[in-house]
T-cell receptor
Framework: DTGVSQNPRHKITKRGQNVTFRCDPISEHNRLYWYRQTLGQGPEFLTYFQNEAQLEKSRLLSDRFSAERPKGSFSTLEIQRTEQGDSAMYLC???????????????FGSGTQLSVL | AQSVSQHNHHVILSEAASLELGCNYSYGGTVNLFWYVQYPGQHLQLLLKYFSGDPLVKGIKGFEAEFIKSKFSFNLRKPSVQWSDTAEYFCAVNARGTSYGKLTFGQGTILTVHP
Protein backbone atom coordinates (compact mmCIF):
# COMPACT_ATOMS: atom_id res chain seq x y z
CA ASP A 1 0.00 0.00 0.00
CA THR A 2 1.58 3.29 -1.07
CA GLY A 3 -0.92 5.56 0.65
CA VAL A 4 -0.74 7.42 3.95
CA SER A 5 -0.56 4.96 6.81
CA GLN A 6 -1.72 5.65 10.35
CA ASN A 7 -1.25 3.52 13.43
CA PRO A 8 -2.95 2.40 15.48
CA ARG A 9 -6.37 2.37 13.83
CA HIS A 10 -8.09 2.46 17.20
CA LYS A 11 -6.89 3.49 20.64
CA ILE A 12 -8.85 3.23 23.86
CA THR A 13 -7.33 4.86 26.89
CA LYS A 14 -8.26 6.04 30.33
CA ARG A 15 -8.47 9.69 31.20
CA GLY A 16 -5.12 11.02 32.31
CA GLN A 17 -3.03 8.61 30.27
CA ASN A 18 -0.68 9.65 27.49
CA VAL A 19 -1.16 8.40 23.95
CA THR A 20 0.95 8.59 20.82
CA PHE A 21 -0.14 8.16 17.22
CA ARG A 22 2.05 7.60 14.20
CA CYS A 23 1.65 8.71 10.62
CA ASP A 24 3.71 7.45 7.70
CA PRO A 25 3.18 9.73 4.70
CA ILE A 26 3.54 8.82 1.08
CA SER A 27 7.21 8.44 0.31
CA GLU A 28 8.84 11.67 -0.92
CA HIS A 29 5.97 13.84 0.30
CA ASN A 30 7.47 16.85 2.02
CA ARG A 31 4.38 18.20 3.76
CA LEU A 32 2.47 16.44 6.50
CA TYR A 33 -0.71 17.61 8.18
CA TRP A 34 -2.62 16.58 11.27
CA TYR A 35 -6.37 17.06 11.56
CA ARG A 36 -8.90 16.13 14.21
CA GLN A 37 -12.48 15.11 13.45
CA THR A 38 -15.22 14.73 16.01
CA LEU A 39 -18.53 13.01 15.40
CA GLY A 40 -20.79 14.96 13.07
CA GLN A 41 -18.16 17.54 12.23
CA GLY A 42 -15.65 18.05 9.48
CA PRO A 43 -11.92 17.72 10.07
CA GLU A 44 -10.21 20.56 11.93
CA PHE A 45 -6.66 21.57 11.14
CA LEU A 46 -4.20 21.02 13.97
CA THR A 47 -0.68 21.47 12.61
CA TYR A 48 1.57 20.89 9.64
CA PHE A 49 5.19 20.20 8.79
CA GLN A 50 7.35 20.95 5.82
CA ASN A 51 10.04 18.32 6.00
CA GLU A 52 11.02 18.29 9.69
CA ALA A 53 9.98 21.88 10.43
CA GLN A 54 6.65 22.46 12.14
CA LEU A 55 5.39 25.54 10.30
CA GLU A 56 2.04 26.19 11.88
CA LYS A 57 -0.04 25.14 14.87
CA SER A 58 -3.71 25.76 15.39
CA ARG A 59 -5.00 27.33 18.57
CA LEU A 60 -6.86 24.03 18.97
CA LEU A 61 -3.54 22.41 19.77
CA SER A 62 -3.26 22.86 23.53
CA ASP A 63 -0.06 22.43 25.50
CA ARG A 64 -0.98 18.80 26.07
CA PHE A 65 -0.55 18.11 22.35
CA SER A 66 2.81 17.80 20.68
CA ALA A 67 3.73 16.71 17.20
CA GLU A 68 7.09 15.83 15.75
CA ARG A 69 8.54 14.86 12.42
CA PRO A 70 12.17 14.34 13.37
CA LYS A 71 13.62 13.12 10.08
CA GLY A 72 11.12 14.64 7.72
CA SER A 73 9.46 11.31 7.09
CA PHE A 74 7.02 9.82 9.63
CA SER A 75 5.34 11.97 12.25
CA THR A 76 4.02 11.35 15.75
CA LEU A 77 1.25 13.13 17.58
CA GLU A 78 1.29 12.80 21.36
CA ILE A 79 -1.48 13.76 23.71
CA GLN A 80 -0.54 14.01 27.36
CA ARG A 81 -3.00 13.67 30.25
CA THR A 82 -5.86 12.77 27.93
CA GLU A 83 -9.33 14.15 28.59
CA GLN A 84 -12.69 12.84 27.43
CA GLY A 85 -12.95 15.79 25.10
CA ASP A 86 -9.92 14.47 23.21
CA SER A 87 -11.99 11.57 21.90
CA ALA A 88 -11.97 11.98 18.14
CA MET A 89 -10.60 10.67 14.86
CA TYR A 90 -7.09 11.96 14.28
CA LEU A 91 -6.31 12.24 10.59
CA CYS A 92 -3.00 12.62 8.88
CA UNK A 93 -2.48 13.86 5.34
CA UNK A 94 0.57 14.36 3.19
CA UNK A 95 1.41 16.22 0.02
CA UNK A 96 4.27 17.06 -2.28
CA UNK A 97 5.03 20.71 -2.86
CA UNK A 98 7.65 20.94 -5.55
CA UNK A 99 7.56 24.60 -6.52
CA UNK A 100 6.54 27.81 -4.78
CA UNK A 101 2.85 28.37 -5.46
CA UNK A 102 2.33 25.06 -7.23
CA UNK A 103 -0.88 23.17 -6.75
CA UNK A 104 -0.84 20.88 -3.76
CA UNK A 105 -2.97 17.77 -3.45
CA UNK A 106 -3.62 16.23 -0.06
CA UNK A 107 -3.70 12.49 0.47
CA PHE A 108 -5.42 11.48 3.67
CA GLY A 109 -4.88 8.44 5.81
CA SER A 110 -7.68 6.42 7.36
CA GLY A 111 -7.12 7.96 10.78
CA THR A 112 -6.68 6.85 14.37
CA GLN A 113 -9.88 6.71 16.39
CA LEU A 114 -9.20 7.73 19.99
CA SER A 115 -11.64 6.92 22.75
CA VAL A 116 -10.92 8.34 26.19
CA LEU A 117 -12.86 6.63 28.96
CA ALA B 1 -10.77 33.23 10.16
CA GLN B 2 -12.76 31.27 7.63
CA SER B 3 -15.89 29.27 8.27
CA VAL B 4 -17.84 26.88 6.08
CA SER B 5 -21.48 25.95 6.32
CA GLN B 6 -23.09 23.02 4.57
CA HIS B 7 -26.84 23.29 4.33
CA ASN B 8 -27.89 19.69 4.73
CA HIS B 9 -26.70 17.12 7.22
CA HIS B 10 -28.30 14.13 5.49
CA VAL B 11 -29.70 13.86 1.97
CA ILE B 12 -31.56 10.79 0.76
CA LEU B 13 -32.13 10.25 -2.95
CA SER B 14 -33.14 7.53 -5.35
CA GLU B 15 -30.86 6.52 -8.18
CA ALA B 16 -31.04 8.80 -11.22
CA ALA B 17 -32.21 11.75 -9.14
CA SER B 18 -30.34 15.01 -9.44
CA LEU B 19 -28.15 16.21 -6.62
CA GLU B 20 -27.24 19.61 -5.30
CA LEU B 21 -25.38 20.05 -2.03
CA GLY B 22 -25.09 23.54 -0.68
CA CYS B 23 -21.94 25.11 0.68
CA ASN B 24 -21.41 28.67 1.86
CA TYR B 25 -18.25 30.11 3.28
CA SER B 26 -17.36 33.16 5.26
CA TYR B 27 -14.04 34.90 4.72
CA GLY B 28 -13.00 38.43 3.90
CA GLY B 29 -10.29 37.53 1.43
CA THR B 30 -9.71 35.31 -1.55
CA VAL B 31 -10.17 31.60 -1.12
CA ASN B 32 -9.53 28.32 -2.84
CA LEU B 33 -12.49 25.96 -2.69
CA PHE B 34 -12.71 22.20 -2.49
CA TRP B 35 -15.11 19.32 -2.24
CA TYR B 36 -13.87 16.15 -0.60
CA VAL B 37 -15.68 12.82 -0.44
CA GLN B 38 -15.42 9.95 2.00
CA TYR B 39 -16.91 6.67 0.81
CA PRO B 40 -17.89 4.13 3.48
CA GLY B 41 -14.79 2.59 4.99
CA GLN B 42 -12.42 4.71 2.93
CA HIS B 43 -10.30 7.78 3.51
CA LEU B 44 -11.09 11.32 2.46
CA GLN B 45 -10.31 12.07 -1.16
CA LEU B 46 -10.50 15.12 -3.38
CA LEU B 47 -13.55 15.37 -5.60
CA LEU B 48 -12.86 18.72 -7.22
CA LYS B 49 -11.30 22.10 -6.55
CA TYR B 50 -11.52 25.71 -7.66
CA PHE B 51 -8.59 28.08 -7.61
CA SER B 52 -9.37 30.61 -10.32
CA GLY B 53 -10.78 30.96 -13.82
CA ASP B 54 -14.01 29.34 -14.97
CA PRO B 55 -16.29 29.27 -11.91
CA LEU B 56 -17.84 26.01 -13.09
CA VAL B 57 -15.44 23.21 -12.29
CA LYS B 58 -15.73 19.56 -13.12
CA GLY B 59 -14.45 16.77 -10.96
CA ILE B 60 -14.34 13.04 -10.92
CA LYS B 61 -17.34 10.74 -11.38
CA GLY B 62 -19.49 13.34 -13.10
CA PHE B 63 -19.57 15.85 -10.26
CA GLU B 64 -19.34 19.57 -10.82
CA ALA B 65 -19.44 22.65 -8.66
CA GLU B 66 -20.11 26.31 -9.31
CA PHE B 67 -18.40 29.15 -7.48
CA ILE B 68 -20.68 32.16 -7.09
CA LYS B 69 -18.52 34.86 -5.55
CA SER B 70 -21.39 37.23 -4.80
CA LYS B 71 -23.12 34.54 -2.78
CA PHE B 72 -19.97 33.09 -1.17
CA SER B 73 -21.21 29.73 -2.38
CA PHE B 74 -19.67 26.64 -3.93
CA ASN B 75 -22.50 24.18 -4.47
CA LEU B 76 -21.87 20.64 -5.63
CA ARG B 77 -24.05 19.10 -8.34
CA LYS B 78 -24.54 15.89 -10.19
CA PRO B 79 -27.34 15.41 -12.74
CA SER B 80 -27.97 11.74 -12.01
CA VAL B 81 -26.72 10.00 -8.89
CA GLN B 82 -25.81 6.36 -8.55
CA TRP B 83 -25.92 4.02 -5.58
CA SER B 84 -22.12 4.16 -5.53
CA ASP B 85 -22.28 7.90 -4.75
CA THR B 86 -23.41 7.07 -1.23
CA ALA B 87 -20.81 8.81 0.90
CA GLU B 88 -20.14 11.80 3.09
CA TYR B 89 -19.27 15.00 1.27
CA PHE B 90 -17.26 17.84 2.74
CA CYS B 91 -16.87 21.34 1.42
CA ALA B 92 -13.61 23.05 2.37
CA VAL B 93 -11.89 26.38 1.88
CA ASN B 94 -8.36 27.58 2.11
CA ALA B 95 -7.26 31.18 2.39
CA ARG B 96 -5.29 32.19 -0.66
CA GLY B 97 -1.64 32.60 0.22
CA THR B 98 -1.59 29.98 2.94
CA SER B 99 -0.66 26.34 2.60
CA TYR B 100 -3.13 24.57 0.32
CA GLY B 101 -3.34 21.83 2.87
CA LYS B 102 -4.52 24.09 5.66
CA LEU B 103 -8.22 23.64 5.08
CA THR B 104 -11.34 24.72 6.89
CA PHE B 105 -14.02 22.07 6.42
CA GLY B 106 -17.75 22.23 6.67
CA GLN B 107 -19.59 19.79 8.90
CA GLY B 108 -20.28 17.39 6.06
CA THR B 109 -23.35 16.09 4.26
CA ILE B 110 -24.19 12.41 4.29
CA LEU B 111 -25.64 11.32 0.97
CA THR B 112 -27.60 8.09 0.85
CA VAL B 113 -28.66 6.85 -2.58
CA HIS B 114 -31.25 4.11 -2.72
CA PRO B 115 -31.11 1.71 -5.70
Amino acid sequence: DTGVSQNPRHKITKRGQNVTFRCDPISEHNRLYWYRQTLGQGPEFLTYFQNEAQLEKSRLLSDRFSAERPKGSFSTLEIQRTEQGDSAMYLCASSLVALQGSNEKLFFGSGTQLSVL
Amino acid sequence: AQSVSQHNHHVILSEAASLELGCNYSYGGTVNLFWYVQYPGQHLQLLLKYFSGDPLVKGIKGFEAEFIKSKFSFNLRKPSVQWSDTAEYFCAVNARGTSYGKLTFGQGTILTVHP
